[in-house]
Every structure is written in C-alpha cells, then in structure tokens.
C-alpha cells in the first residue's frame, strides 16, 4: 500500500515562500501530483512531477511562483512555494499515480489519475 505524508505548512506572510514535503513509502509511483483545497472550492491542481524528475507540470497560476522536484533517495517530493499570496491559503495534498505513460498536462492535472492521497497540511498565508 502506497502511503504519503505531508509536511511543511504554516503560517506566511504575503510574499514569503513555504517549502511542502510528501514523503512516500510501501511502493513505487509513476508520478506525483499536489493539488490545494480551500474551503466551499473545489480540488485545484497545483503541479506534478513524474518518477524520473524530467517531466514536471503546473498549473498556470503557479508556473513562475512554484517549483516541484522530487529526490528519490530520499522518497520525497518537494513544492517549493515563493511570492506566496493570501489566495494561497489551501490545505494542500499530495498525491500518486501508479498509472504509467501519463504524458499531458491534462492527465496529469486530474484528480482522478490518482489513487493515492496524503492527509493535507495547511497553508495560511496572512499578514
């Protein structure tokens, strides 16, 4: 059974940066994907990242803003958050896919590609 785990959330400033952790453990992935859920909205895709690290993926409000990276050795991956604005403010999760040739922003982007979800941390950001 594929578990994740996230870490890193708090509480920022407007314009300061955030790094999240998802570890991973109990299988292999094809990709990982972090996606953030503010209250009443709907589940927002944030960015992705496959296996290898060569393909990464971002919403368009993010591209610029955040980074995804993963380090396999350590079975993490990373989204480094800069510029962060108080819309930011979301639990975010991340997630796994087992599914392999995922090669569009599309597949990558959907909830539904993934099977499995780490339990949120938040993310305030506030002056």
């Known amino acids: 059974q594929l578990q994740l785990v996230e870490s890193g959330g708090g509480l920022v400033q407007p314009g300061g940066s955030l790094r999240l952790s998802c570890t991973i453990s109990?299988?292999?992935?094809?990709?990982i994907g972090w996606f953030r859920q503010a209250p009443g909205k709907e589940r927002e895709f944030v960015a992705a990242?496959?296996?290898?690290?060569?393909?990464?993926y971002y919403a368009s409000s993010m591209k610029g803003r955040f980074t995804i990276s993963r380090d396999n050795a350590k079975n993490t991956v990373y989204l480094q958050m800069n510029s962060l604005k108080p819309d930011d403010t979301a639990v975010y999760y991340c997630?796994?896919?087992?599914?392999?040739?995922?090669?569009?922003?599309?597949?990558?982007?959907?909830?539904?590609?993934?099977?499995?979800w780490g339990q949120g941390t938040q993310v305030t950001v506030s002056s």
């Open positions: 997630a796994a896919t087992l599914v392999r040739g995922l090669t569009t922003a599309r597949d990558m982007g959907d909830t539904r590609t993934y099977d499995y």
């Open positions: 990242v496959s296996w290898s690290g060569t393909s990464t």
């Open positions: 109990g299988s292999d992935y094809s990709a």
